[in-house]
């Protein structure tokens, strides 16, 4: 399967980051991609009010992103913000089929309450995890802190997954980008999964008022952490494959998950969520 991945700079205009959306997925789409995933927050960057942008599944950002997949025949993962009953937002990552129709919704389970951050001010927590099939492979869903919880990438392998996609908007900070780097490529090595690991990048003409939301370094990761793409600081589409052959030749040669000891550490457990 091709796999594409969307470094966008992203707007506080939801409109605008549709129109961005849309020209990523042409040329994604020219590539041959089967599917393309999206920064988180790709609706609006963090720095919006994200009260006044966040919508119901069957808003206008949605709309627009399941237009896109229909319009190209493609698959499209993208994060939004979605209203949560207590006030605050979900941070939601869907995911439409080809045909675009809703397949999946994951909202995010950790937030960022560190380095000086408080998500959880805005943001309320999803409980669910999630693994659903786009574009014929099964896909599990994480989000940006997400990344630092091996358990929850486990679960999803454990659950099925054969590819983990990660939307972000990695902030810049002291050995931020190293934590990245490292953290995408272990979720990787340690389950013998793919992982597409999609970014934001600044918007030139917000960045100079409002603070940059993400560094980019999108990356796709085979299964023995080998780095197939990396699209660097600056806003573009990259495409490759995702080979399942090439993952059952890396577990019989490295079977790490038969090896796991759930006599000792349990018995893992998952809820698949939509499909």
């Known amino acids: ?34 599917l393309v995933v999206f920064p988180e927050g790709t609706q609006a960057r963090f720095s919006a009010d994200l009260r006044s942008v966040a919508e119901p599944l069957d808003g206008a950002f949605c709309r627009g992103l399941a237009a896109a997949a229909r319009g190209a025949g493609l698959a499209i993962v993208a994060g939004l913000f979605e209203p949560a009953p207590d006030g605050r937002v979900f941070n939601t990552t869907v995911g439409y089929g080809s ?6 919704v994951y909202r995010k389970i950790h937030l960022f309450d560190a380095l000086g951050h408080r998500e959880s001010d805005s943001v309320a927590p999803g409980d ?27 679960a999803l392998v454990v659950g099925g997954a054969q590819l ?10 002291t050995f931020k980008e190293e934590h990245w780097v490292t953290l995408v490529r272990a979720r990787a090595i340690e389950n013998t999964v793919w992982v ?18 993400g560094i980019g370094r999108s990356l796709l990761i085979d299964p023995m952490g080998t780095v197939r793409i990396d699209l660097g600081p600056t806003e573009g589409v990259g495409v ?16 790490g998950l038969d090896n ?3 006599d000792v550490f349990g018995t893992d457990r998952i809820a698949t969520g939509a499909d």
């Open 1 to 34: 399967m091709r796999v594409a991945l969307g470094q966008l700079a992203i707007s506080s205009d939801p409109q605008v980051n549709l129109g961005r959306v849309g020209a990523a997925v042409a040329t994604a789409a020219a590539q041959g991609a089967q």
């Open 99 to 104: 045909d675009g129709e809703l397949a999946a």
């Open 128 to 154: 669910d995890v999630c693994v659903a099939t786009l574009a014929g492979l099964r896909v599990g869903f994480m989000t940006c802190y997400d990344v630092r919880f091996p358990e929850l990438a486990r």
């Open 164 to 173: 983990l996609v990660l939307p972000a908007a990695w902030a810049a900070g």
């Open 196 to 213: 597409a690991a999609a970014g934001q990048v600044p918007d030139p003409a917000e960045a100079p008022t409002r603070a940059p939301t």
């Open 240 to 255: 490759g494959d995702v080979d399942s052959q090439y993952t059952a030749r890396v577990r019989v040669a490295l079977p």
């Open 260 to 262: 796991r000891r759930t």
